[in-house]
């Protein structure tokens, strides 16, 4: 037999118990006792519940069968109770009080807890597969990592407390009239819901402070199934609550759109059954409208919710309004609130894509929206089991291969060409190839001085290894002094004659400048700023980079990154990091999931690392190239910014795979002189973006840091809420003169 008690909580005079047991067969059966101090039986709730995560870690399989129990027998403080399990012939009882519950509440045993539910065989079977890939130094690193974000979900429902309006600030939202006070539509499937589940979603909707809203439910679940008992109830209680009950299951997209044929409201909000909203979600959406009245869709934060009700964790802090993270995986999902004229004109869910309509429906919201609005704030709580680890991808693939459907059909109505959907890191994380139009020639810029064996190891991959032949390289010497350097350069051009260029530098180390100059000498009609210290991974890493170059929306591409040791140096930049802007996911392994798989999705950002960068020749001539008083710093975010300030998307590609052994080429900011140049060029920069670093990156969010790199909480001591990151006073003062 092996157990767990995930929930012990004291509510008035009842404690609640909420866990998991099995035997040694998924048939095998559990039975329950409660004891009082005196070893008498006392009378308790119990209520089964569903663990697939545990049926999953132990049994390789989904059983439908309650592995789960919820327990709850009244309580008298200063007295001990047993819990009694039983199950296949084995037994063991658990003691409970006051002193025994406030230690098992406290964040030490929270942590031991989490360790020990970590040691399970799924775990050593995933690191066993992660070793046997990865090696054992990938391994440890791994291992390091999961240990020090242990505390992570504590660290959140803290920050969660300290962040959620106070009962005061509730109440004087409950007393706020805006000048705009839509009605809101929340539209609700529901199928076979557990009762206590669904009141607790209703509950937490009638609890808003904006009270100008209706509920809208659909009732597909089999004859004798139904609740409408409870929805009937409650309809007698609120005249805001109305239902339809079907009386068949017309799937998720019919049972959602009978509940959309309802809804009389200006805007729609969708909801599951079994999920909750915090009190002020529906406030926070009509203060967003009033704002901005041509919002047609706003989307939330979410975190999840566990099975008990209790407890909040894994929170999703998201981006701005992002296309291509859309196209990676949908992102946008709760709370996700639409203009109901806008759903009129593109149609309800479509059981087509049933497994992913909502990933469709929002797809079509978006197209169409005349401004999509993000709230960086928590405003909805999706129920799922906390201990969850374990995966079932052939229960997954009717779901994804209907959302592979959703991205195609997306690309078709927009006019991008696409050449495939597939599976990136995960189900439910998509790769798509883009169709390359001809054979473009890119023409590869590339600095250099001396380090002829790197730019060797640059160069011969792209000529030898990589798929795409269409290249010239423009080789830029920049004050080399070593003869075998332009031996180098003798043998290489004799090598490949048509296919590279060496052009002379002969002033002062400028990086804008030195690129500036190659450009001039590029034909191609792209061009691949690349590092000489990178080495490609990925043979196809031009490809992968071209083919969204192509596109119109797009102005520039750049690529992940990885030290030589294979982890992360760069999978797209945050304007904020470190006070003016870094890498995300900086030391993170190649193999290791990183904050909800960003540094595996293609996605948007304001701006990439110019060690390998792709735009269109005529973009960086529109924008006049790079800025040359920025010799050295942030010349390639500034170039980004630009190019982004014509309404051109930055593009981060994981599949364009490169090694960059950085900081072989060039030395570190090490000198006075270095220092303070370094410090000109930060002011210069900061005073040409004051927006971005004063109202945060759109393509981050507020609620996490910008003193790391690896997507965590902010440290509200440190930080505040939401407060962009202090310039160092020095560049400050630089900035004014």
């Given at each position: 037999?092996?157990?767990?008690?995930?929930?012990v909580?004291i509510?008035?005079?009842?404690?609640?118990?909420?866990g998991?047991?099995?035997?040694k067969t998924?048939?095998?059966l559990a039975?329950?006792?409660?004891l009082?101090?005196?070893?008498k039986?006392?009378?308790?709730?119990?209520?089964?519940?569903?663990?697939?995560?545990?049926?999953?870690?132990?049994?390789?399989k989904?059983y439908n069968?309650?592995?789960?129990?919820?327990?709850?027998?009244?309580y008298e403080?200063g007295?001990?109770?047993?819990?009694?399990i039983?199950c296949d012939?084995?037994?063991?009882?658990i003691?409970?009080?006051?002193?025994?519950?406030?230690?098992?509440?406290?964040?030490?045993?929270?942590?031991?807890?989490k360790?020990?539910?970590?040691?399970?065989?799924?775990?050593?079977?995933?690191a066993?597969?992660?070793?046997?890939?990865n090696?054992?130094?990938?391994?440890?690193?791994?291992?390091?990592?999961?240990?020090?974000?242990i505390d992570?979900?504590?660290?959140?429902a803290?920050?969660y407390?300290?962040?959620?309006?106070?009962?005061?600030?509730?109440?004087k939202?409950?007393?706020?009239?805006?000048?705009y006070?839509p009605k809101?539509?929340?539209v609700?499937?529901?199928?076979?819901?557990?009762?206590?589940?669904l009141?607790?979603?209703?509950?937490?909707?009638?609890?808003q402070?904006?009270?100008?809203?209706e509920i809208?439910i659909a009732?597909?679940?089999?004859?004798?199934?139904?609740?409408?008992?409870?929805?009937?109830?409650?309809?007698?209680?609120?005249a805001?609550?109305?239902?339809?009950?079907?009386?068949?299951?017309?799937?998720?997209?019919?049972?959602?759109?009978?509940?959309?044929?309802?809804?009389?409201g200006?805007?729609?909000?969708l909801?599951?059954?079994?999920?909750?909203?915090?009190?002020?979600?529906?406030?926070?959406?009509?203060?967003?409208?009033?704002?901005?009245?041509?919002?047609d869709?706003?989307?939330?934060?979410?975190?999840?919710?566990?099975?008990?009700?209790?407890s909040?964790?894994d929170?999703?802090?998201?981006p701005d309004?992002?296309?291509?993270?859309?196209?990676?995986?949908?992102?946008?999902?709760?709370?996700?609130v639409?203009?109901?004229?806008?759903?009129?004109?593109?149609?309800?869910?479509?059981?087509?894509?049933?497994?992913?309509?909502?990933?469709?429906?929002?797809?079509?919201c978006?197209?169409?929206?005349r401004k999509?609005?993000?709230?960086?704030?928590?405003?909805?709580?999706?129920?799922?089991?906390?201990n969850?680890?374990?995966?079932?991808?052939?229960?997954?693939?009717?779901?994804f291969?209907?959302?592979?459907?959703?991205?195609?059909?997306?690309?078709?109505?927009?006019?991008?060409?696409?050449?495939?959907?597939?599976?990136?890191?995960?189900?439910?994380?998509?790769?798509?190839?883009?169709?390359?139009?001809?054979?473009?020639?890119?023409?590869?810029?590339?600095?250099?001085k001396?380090?002829?064996k790197?730019?060797?190891?640059?160069?011969?991959?792209?000529?030898?290894k990589a798929?795409?032949k269409?290249?010239?390289?423009?080789?830029?010497?920049?004050?080399?002094?070593e003869?075998?350097?332009f031996?180098?350069?003798k043998?290489?051009?004799?090598?490949?004659?048509?296919k590279i260029k060496?052009?002379?530098?002969?002033r002062?180390?400028?990086?804008?400048?030195?690129?500036?100059?190659?450009?001039s000498?590029?034909d191609g009609?792209?061009?691949?700023?690349?590092?000489?210290?990178?080495?490609?991974?990925a043979?196809?890493c031009?490809?992968?980079?071209?083919?969204?170059?192509?596109?119109e929306?797009?102005?520039?591409?750049?690529?992940?990154l990885?030290y030589?040791?294979?982890?992360i140096?760069?999978?797209g930049?945050v304007?904020?990091?470190g006070?003016?802007?870094?890498h995300?996911?900086?030391?993170?392994?190649?193999?290791?999931?990183?904050?909800?798989?960003?540094a595996?999705?293609?996605?948007?950002?304001?701006?990439?690392?110019?060690?390998?960068?792709?735009?269109?020749?005529?973009?960086?001539e529109?924008?006049?190239?790079?800025?040359?008083?920025?010799?050295?710093?942030?010349?390639?975010?500034?170039?980004?910014?630009?190019?982004?300030?014509?309404?051109?998307?930055?593009v981060?590609?994981?599949?364009?795979?490169?090694y960059h052994?950085?900081?072989?080429?060039r030395?570190?900011?090490?000198?006075?002189?270095?220092v303070?140049?370094?410090n000109?060029?930060?002011?210069?920069?900061?005073?040409?973006?004051?927006?971005?670093l004063?109202?945060?990156?759109?393509?981050?969010?507020?609620?996490?840091?910008?003193?790391k790199?690896?997507?965590?909480?902010?440290?509200?001591?440190?930080?505040?809420?939401?407060?962009?990151y202090?310039?160092?006073?020095?560049?400050?003062k630089?900035?004014?003169?």
């Open positions: 037999m092996k157990y767990n008690v995930d929930v909580r509510r008035e005079n009842t404690i609640q118990l909420n998991w047991v099995i035997g998924p048939k095998s039975m329950f006792l409660v009082d101090e005196n070893k039986k006392i009378p308790f709730r119990y209520v089964s519940t569903r663990r697939d995560d545990v049926s999953q870690i132990y049994f390789k989904t069968r309650d592995f789960g129990f919820d327990i709850q027998f009244p403080r007295k001990n109770y047993y819990l009694i039983a012939k084995r037994q063991v009882r003691k409970y009080n006051e002193a025994l519950i406030a230690k098992r509440s406290s964040v030490a045993h929270k942590r031991m807890q360790i020990l539910d970590l040691m399970n065989m799924e775990t050593v079977h995933v066993w597969d992660f070793y046997k890939e090696g054992l130094s990938a391994l440890l690193k791994k291992s390091k990592h999961k240990l020090q974000g992570n979900d504590y660290d959140y803290e920050w407390e300290l962040t959620k309006p106070t009962e005061e600030e509730l109440e939202q409950k007393s706020t009239h805006f000048d006070e809101l539509s929340i609700i499937p529901t199928y076979k819901t557990p009762e206590r589940y009141k607790e979603m209703l509950n937490s909707i009638l609890s402070t904006y009270s100008k809203f809208c009732d597909g679940s089999p004859k004798g199934e139904s609740v409408e008992r409870i929805l009937k109830k409650y309809a007698q209680k609120d805001r609550v109305r239902y339809s009950i079907l009386g068949e299951n017309k799937g998720i997209a019919g049972n959602t759109n009978a509940a959309l044929e309802m809804a009389t200006d805007y729609i909000v909801a599951d059954h079994d999920d909750t909203l915090p009190p002020h979600a529906l406030f926070e959406c009509v203060k967003a409208l009033n704002e901005d009245p041509e919002y869709v706003l989307y939330s934060d979410e975190d999840k919710l566990d099975m008990d009700g209790g909040l964790f929170p999703h802090f998201k309004f992002n296309p291509d993270l859309l196209c990676s995986v949908n992102y946008i999902c709760h709370l996700f639409v203009n109901h004229d806008l759903v009129d004109a593109i149609g309800g869910l479509r059981a087509e894509f049933d497994g992913a309509q909502d990933y469709d429906f929002i797809f079509r978006t197209e169409a929206a999509i609005h993000h709230i960086p704030k928590v405003l909805y709580h999706w129920r799922c089991h906390q969850s680890t374990a995966s079932n991808p052939e229960s997954k693939m009717y779901a291969e209907a959302g592979a459907r959703a991205i195609m059909a997306h690309y078709e109505r927009v006019g991008i060409a696409a050449e495939k959907v597939e599976k990136g890191v995960d189900y439910g994380i998509y790769h798509s190839t883009y169709r390359i139009m001809g054979q473009p020639l890119v023409s590869v810029i590339i600095p250099n001396d380090h002829s790197d730019l060797d190891t640059c160069l011969r991959p792209l000529l030898e798929s795409y269409n290249l010239q390289f423009v080789i830029v010497e920049n004050n080399s002094t003869e075998a350097t031996s180098y350069y043998k290489i051009q004799s090598e490949y004659p048509d060496v052009v002379v530098w002969e002062e180390f400028n990086y804008s400048a030195i690129n500036n100059f190659g450009v000498f590029a009609e792209y061009l691949l700023f690349l590092n000489n210290d990178t080495e490609i991974i043979e196809n031009i490809e992968e980079m071209l083919g969204l170059c192509q596109r929306d797009v102005g520039a591409v750049g690529a992940r990885l030589q040791d294979d982890t140096q760069h999978a930049v304007v904020g990091f006070g003016i802007a870094g995300t996911f900086i030391g993170l392994h190649k193999a290791e999931n990183s904050y909800f798989h960003r595996m999705c293609t996605q948007d950002y304001s701006a990439v690392t110019a060690a390998c960068l792709m735009t269109k020749k005529s973009i960086f529109q924008v006049g190239g790079f800025s040359e008083e920025l010799a050295v710093a942030f010349n390639d975010i500034d170039l980004c910014m630009k190019i982004g300030a014509l309404g051109k998307r930055i981060y590609n994981p599949y364009a795979l490169l052994y950085e900081s072989k080429s030395g570190l900011e090490d000198t006075p002189e270095k303070a140049r370094f000109r060029e930060v002011a210069i920069f900061a005073k040409r973006w004051p927006e971005i004063k109202n945060g990156d759109p393509c981050y969010n507020p609620n996490l840091t910008l003193r790199s690896n997507f965590a909480l902010r440290d509200l001591k440190k930080e505040g809420i939401g407060e962009p202090r310039l160092d006073p020095e560049i400050q630089l900035m004014k003169e």
